[in-house]
Protein backbone atom coordinates (compact mmCIF):
# COMPACT_ATOMS: atom_id res chain seq x y z
CA UNK A 1 0.00 0.00 0.00
CA UNK A 2 1.33 3.79 -0.48
CA UNK A 3 1.62 6.21 2.43
CA UNK A 4 3.23 9.58 2.70
CA UNK A 5 4.85 10.62 6.29
CA UNK A 6 5.49 14.32 6.40
CA UNK A 7 8.20 14.77 9.08
CA UNK A 8 7.23 18.03 10.32
CA UNK A 9 3.95 19.00 11.39
CA UNK A 10 5.32 23.25 11.75
CA UNK A 11 8.45 24.58 10.36
CA UNK A 12 9.29 28.36 11.15
CA UNK A 13 12.00 30.08 8.94
CA UNK A 14 12.85 33.86 8.71
CA UNK A 15 12.23 35.63 5.91
CA UNK A 16 15.13 35.13 2.79
CA UNK A 17 16.50 31.88 4.80
CA UNK A 18 15.93 28.01 2.82
CA UNK A 19 12.97 26.45 3.11
CA UNK A 20 12.87 22.38 3.94
CA UNK A 21 9.86 20.73 4.06
CA UNK A 22 10.54 16.48 4.79
CA UNK A 23 8.19 13.89 3.06
CA UNK A 24 9.23 9.99 3.09
CA UNK A 25 6.88 7.87 1.22
CA UNK A 26 6.47 4.29 0.70
CA UNK A 27 5.14 2.17 -2.60
CA UNK A 28 5.27 -0.63 -3.48
CA UNK A 29 5.81 0.47 -7.48
CA UNK A 30 7.67 3.55 -8.98
CA UNK A 31 5.30 5.98 -7.21
CA UNK A 32 3.74 9.76 -8.73
CA UNK A 33 4.20 12.08 -6.16
CA UNK A 34 3.02 15.89 -6.19
CA UNK A 35 3.54 18.61 -3.61
CA UNK A 36 0.32 20.94 -2.56
CA UNK A 37 0.26 24.46 -1.23
CA UNK A 38 -2.71 25.49 0.69
CA UNK A 39 -3.33 28.99 1.63
CA UNK A 40 -5.88 30.11 4.49
CA UNK A 41 -9.45 29.56 3.28
CA UNK A 42 -8.02 28.89 -0.16
CA UNK A 43 -8.08 25.70 -2.46
CA UNK A 44 -5.11 23.39 -3.37
CA UNK A 45 -2.46 24.81 -5.51
CA UNK A 46 0.15 22.69 -7.19
CA UNK A 47 3.52 23.41 -7.09
CA UNK A 48 5.24 20.48 -8.66
CA UNK A 49 5.22 16.31 -9.33
CA UNK A 50 7.44 13.59 -9.84
CA UNK A 51 6.14 11.11 -12.58
CA UNK A 52 9.26 9.00 -13.17
CA UNK A 53 11.02 11.30 -15.31
CA UNK A 54 14.08 13.53 -14.08
CA UNK A 55 14.70 13.35 -10.08
CA UNK A 56 14.98 16.89 -9.85
CA UNK A 57 11.82 18.65 -10.11
CA UNK A 58 11.04 22.38 -10.04
CA UNK A 59 8.16 23.78 -9.39
CA UNK A 60 6.51 27.10 -9.22
CA UNK A 61 7.45 30.04 -7.23
CA UNK A 62 10.90 28.88 -6.75
CA UNK A 63 10.19 25.66 -5.02
CA UNK A 64 12.06 22.29 -5.92
CA UNK A 65 11.98 18.37 -4.76
CA UNK A 66 14.64 15.66 -5.63
CA UNK A 67 13.32 12.11 -5.75
CA UNK A 68 15.65 10.08 -4.11
CA UNK A 69 14.43 6.02 -4.18
CA UNK A 70 17.33 5.02 -1.78
CA UNK A 71 15.77 7.04 0.73
CA UNK A 72 12.60 7.16 0.02
CA UNK A 73 12.06 10.91 -0.14
CA UNK A 74 10.81 13.60 -2.15
CA UNK A 75 11.56 16.72 0.45
CA UNK A 76 10.77 20.26 -0.57
CA UNK A 77 12.62 22.85 -0.59
CA UNK A 78 12.99 26.85 -1.64
CA UNK A 79 16.22 28.96 -1.46
CA UNK A 80 14.95 32.30 0.02
CA UNK A 81 11.99 31.70 1.78
CA UNK A 82 9.23 34.97 0.90
CA UNK A 83 6.35 36.10 3.43
CA UNK A 84 3.99 34.60 0.90
CA UNK A 85 5.18 31.00 1.43
CA UNK A 86 3.63 31.10 4.45
CA UNK A 87 1.07 28.87 4.46
CA UNK A 88 0.22 24.00 5.06
CA UNK A 89 2.24 22.46 2.53
CA UNK A 90 0.89 18.79 1.61
CA UNK A 91 3.01 16.12 0.33
CA UNK A 92 0.71 13.51 -1.76
CA UNK A 93 1.38 10.24 -3.51
CA UNK A 94 -1.08 8.53 -5.62
CA UNK A 95 -2.37 5.07 -4.48
CA UNK A 96 -4.64 2.52 -6.38
CA UNK A 97 -7.64 0.48 -5.03
CA UNK A 98 -9.82 -0.18 -8.25
CA UNK A 99 -8.76 3.62 -9.15
CA UNK A 100 -6.46 6.00 -8.44
CA UNK A 101 -6.76 8.09 -5.53
CA UNK A 102 -5.11 10.77 -3.60
CA UNK A 103 -3.25 9.57 -0.31
CA UNK A 104 -2.20 13.08 1.88
CA UNK A 105 0.45 13.64 4.10
CA UNK A 106 -0.77 15.10 7.40
CA UNK A 107 0.67 18.42 5.79
CA UNK A 108 3.44 20.74 7.36
CA UNK A 109 2.65 24.28 8.06
CA UNK A 110 5.30 27.05 7.38
CA UNK A 111 5.58 30.03 9.31
CA UNK A 112 8.12 32.59 7.96
CA UNK A 113 9.33 35.42 10.32
CA UNK A 114 9.74 39.02 9.31
CA UNK B 1 -8.39 31.00 -17.71
CA UNK B 2 -9.76 27.35 -17.26
CA UNK B 3 -10.91 26.76 -13.19
CA UNK B 4 -12.52 24.79 -10.51
CA UNK B 5 -15.42 27.00 -9.40
CA UNK B 6 -17.26 26.55 -6.46
CA UNK B 7 -20.12 28.69 -5.28
CA UNK B 8 -20.22 29.81 -2.17
CA UNK B 9 -17.30 30.25 -0.58
CA UNK B 10 -19.39 30.52 2.80
CA UNK B 11 -22.19 28.79 3.23
CA UNK B 12 -24.17 28.93 7.04
CA UNK B 13 -26.87 26.29 7.17
CA UNK B 14 -28.88 25.06 10.24
CA UNK B 15 -28.28 22.09 12.06
CA UNK B 16 -30.44 19.16 10.03
CA UNK B 17 -31.21 21.76 7.55
CA UNK B 18 -30.83 20.59 4.07
CA UNK B 19 -28.09 22.24 2.00
CA UNK B 20 -26.34 22.17 -1.13
CA UNK B 21 -22.84 23.36 -2.59
CA UNK B 22 -21.95 23.06 -6.16
CA UNK B 23 -18.79 22.92 -8.50
CA UNK B 24 -18.37 23.85 -12.22
CA UNK B 25 -15.55 23.79 -14.02
CA UNK B 26 -14.29 24.88 -17.34
CA UNK B 27 -11.84 22.22 -17.95
CA UNK B 28 -13.77 20.03 -19.57
CA UNK B 29 -12.07 17.29 -17.11
CA UNK B 30 -13.80 13.64 -17.06
CA UNK B 31 -13.31 12.92 -13.30
CA UNK B 32 -14.75 15.36 -10.01
CA UNK B 33 -14.12 14.99 -6.29
CA UNK B 34 -15.62 16.25 -3.33
CA UNK B 35 -13.56 16.37 -0.39
CA UNK B 36 -13.80 17.17 3.42
CA UNK B 37 -11.18 19.09 5.17
CA UNK B 38 -11.45 19.96 9.07
CA UNK B 39 -9.03 22.47 10.29
CA UNK B 40 -5.47 21.55 10.55
CA UNK B 41 -6.52 18.30 8.56
CA UNK B 42 -5.82 16.61 5.16
CA UNK B 43 -8.70 16.50 2.68
CA UNK B 44 -10.87 13.59 3.23
CA UNK B 45 -12.19 11.93 0.07
CA UNK B 46 -15.83 11.15 0.29
CA UNK B 47 -16.68 10.60 -3.66
CA UNK B 48 -16.19 11.17 -6.97
CA UNK B 49 -17.60 10.46 -10.53
CA UNK B 50 -15.39 9.30 -13.76
CA UNK B 51 -18.07 10.85 -16.18
CA UNK B 52 -21.14 9.75 -14.69
CA UNK B 53 -19.95 6.74 -12.76
CA UNK B 54 -20.44 7.75 -9.41
CA UNK B 55 -17.90 6.50 -6.69
CA UNK B 56 -18.60 6.22 -3.22
CA UNK B 57 -15.69 6.16 -0.31
CA UNK B 58 -16.50 3.40 1.91
CA UNK B 59 -16.92 5.56 5.15
CA UNK B 60 -18.96 8.63 3.34
CA UNK B 61 -21.90 8.99 5.65
CA UNK B 62 -25.01 8.02 4.13
CA UNK B 63 -26.08 12.31 4.74
CA UNK B 64 -23.97 12.85 2.09
CA UNK B 65 -24.86 12.46 -1.68
CA UNK B 66 -23.42 13.67 -4.24
CA UNK B 67 -24.83 14.63 -8.38
CA UNK B 68 -23.37 15.08 -11.21
CA UNK B 69 -25.83 16.31 -14.57
CA UNK B 70 -23.57 17.18 -16.71
CA UNK B 71 -19.64 17.24 -16.88
CA UNK B 72 -18.98 20.53 -16.12
CA UNK B 73 -21.03 21.21 -12.86
CA UNK B 74 -20.93 18.47 -9.66
CA UNK B 75 -23.25 19.36 -6.50
CA UNK B 76 -22.41 17.81 -2.89
CA UNK B 77 -25.98 17.50 -0.89
CA UNK B 78 -25.71 17.29 2.97
CA UNK B 79 -29.52 16.35 3.88
CA UNK B 80 -29.29 16.59 7.56
CA UNK B 81 -25.99 18.48 8.81
CA UNK B 82 -25.16 17.86 11.99
CA UNK B 83 -22.40 19.96 14.07
CA UNK B 84 -19.71 17.60 12.74
CA UNK B 85 -20.60 18.26 9.41
CA UNK B 86 -18.90 22.25 9.89
CA UNK B 87 -15.50 22.14 7.23
CA UNK B 88 -14.28 23.05 4.56
CA UNK B 89 -15.57 21.53 1.42
CA UNK B 90 -13.22 20.93 -1.62
CA UNK B 91 -14.08 20.08 -5.02
CA UNK B 92 -11.45 18.83 -7.42
CA UNK B 93 -10.81 17.49 -11.55
CA UNK B 94 -8.84 15.84 -13.16
CA UNK B 95 -8.70 14.74 -17.00
CA UNK B 96 -8.73 10.97 -16.22
CA UNK B 97 -8.15 8.42 -14.16
CA UNK B 98 -4.45 8.16 -14.80
CA UNK B 99 -1.29 7.40 -12.03
CA UNK B 100 0.23 10.52 -13.26
CA UNK B 101 -2.30 13.34 -13.18
CA UNK B 102 -2.85 15.83 -10.89
CA UNK B 103 -5.85 17.06 -9.50
CA UNK B 104 -7.14 20.96 -9.52
CA UNK B 105 -9.06 22.08 -6.99
CA UNK B 106 -11.53 24.97 -6.34
CA UNK B 107 -11.17 27.68 -3.63
CA UNK B 108 -13.73 25.50 -1.68
CA UNK B 109 -16.68 26.37 0.66
CA UNK B 110 -16.46 26.76 3.91
CA UNK B 111 -19.55 25.28 5.38
CA UNK B 112 -20.79 26.49 8.98
CA UNK B 113 -23.71 24.77 11.54
CA UNK B 114 -25.88 26.84 13.69
Same mark, same amino acid.
Given at each position: ?? +?? @??? &????????????? !?????? +?????? !?????????????? !????? /?????????????????? /?? @????? @???????? &???????????? /?????????????????? | ?? %??????? #????? $? *???????????????? %??? #????????????????????????????? $???????? =? $??????????????? %?????????????????? *?? *???? =???
Amino acid at each position: AQ +SV @TQL &DSHVSVSEGTPVL !LRCNYS +SSYSPS !LFWYVQHPNKGLQL !LLKYT /SAATLVKGINGFEAEFKK /SE @TSFHL @TKPSAHMS &DAAEYFCVVIGF /SGTYKYIFGTGTRLKVLA | DA %MVIQNPR #YQVTQ $F *GKPVTLSCSQTLNHNV %MYW #YQQKSSQAPKLLFHYYDKDFNNEADTPDN $FQSRRPNT =S $FCFLDIRSPGLGDAA %MYLCATNEIDRANQPQHF *GD *GTRL =SIL
